[in-house]
């Protein structure tokens, strides 16, 4: 006896079912992601001095305001991404705890990238008010909430979708472990609350995570290869 794979087929309704394409809703997020760095690229670092801050604020509102608008938006496509990649993998069969850490981890993301983006315009709007001790507490909890508070959940995303693909396999390996490779990166970043040395890890999970969920969102199947017979 001969065995073949084949790919199941769901039904019309299923179908219907299965949420918005991974890859528009990953092109949506680094969109409007890569749209609100580049806007935000002259910001001051969180150590720069309070009065270099403020004035810098004051200076530019209207860049923060866009920025924040942009950075709260691309929280929406990042969740959706993360629920619909829950379901697709419960179809594909996973039914292991991951996948349900991995969609926490992607709302914890969503949430703290909408959190620095109402931040950023909190800073706009009291940019002419604004003290530089406010001015600066301001600018690093929008900092946190961006760059740790979604690198380390962002990584729970990434590692709950990369594991249960490795092992069944779902995706390429060598995709796979370039998000365990990513995950691993973005839990480092944590130490960034420490230690400026790991702020790197904060743009390599931002970036390196934004194409990662575009080969994601393109390769992922709908459904899942069985073997039948054939006589």
Do not use: C, N
Not at 59 to 82: D, K
Not at 108 to 126: D, I, K, P
Not at 144 to 168: D, E, M, N, Q, T
Not at 185 to 206: F, N, S, Y
């Amino acid at each position: 006896m001969i065995t073949t794979a084949t790919t199941t087929s769901a039904p019309i309704g299923a179908r219907a079912q299965g949420g918005p394409p991974l890859w528009v809703l990953a092109l949506a997020y680094v969109a409007l992601m890569v749209a609100g760095v580049a806007v935000s690229a002259g910001v001051p670092l969180p150590s720069a001095p309070a009065e270099a801050v403020l004035t810098y604020q004051r200076g530019h509102a209207g860049a923060l305001r866009l920025a924040a608008f942009l950075q709260f938006g691309s929280a929406m496509p990042l969740a959706i991404w993360a629920a619909t990649s829950y379901r697709r993998l419960r179809v594909l069969g996973v039914t292991a705890p991951g996948t349900a850490i991995g969609f926490a981890g992607g709302l914890l993301a969503a949430g703290s990238l909408a959190l620095g983006g109402l931040v950023g315009w909190t800073r706009a709007e009291t940019a002419d008010v604004a003290d530089p001790a406010l001015a600066k507490l301001l600018a690093q909890l929008s900092f946190a909430a961006g760059g740790v508070g979604y690198a380390v959940p962002f990584a729970l995303l990434v590692a709950g979708v990369s594991v249960p693909a490795l092992i069944l396999p779902l995706l390429p390996r060598a995709l796979g472990w370039a998000g365990m490779a990513l995950a691993v990166v973005g839990v480092l970043a944590t130490g960034a609350l420490l230690t400026p040395a790991l702020d790197p890890a904060l743009p390599v999970t931002r970036f390196g995570g934004a194409l990662w969920l575009l080969a994601v969102g393109f390769l992922l199947p709908r459904t899942r290869p069985r073997r039948q017979p054939r006589l």
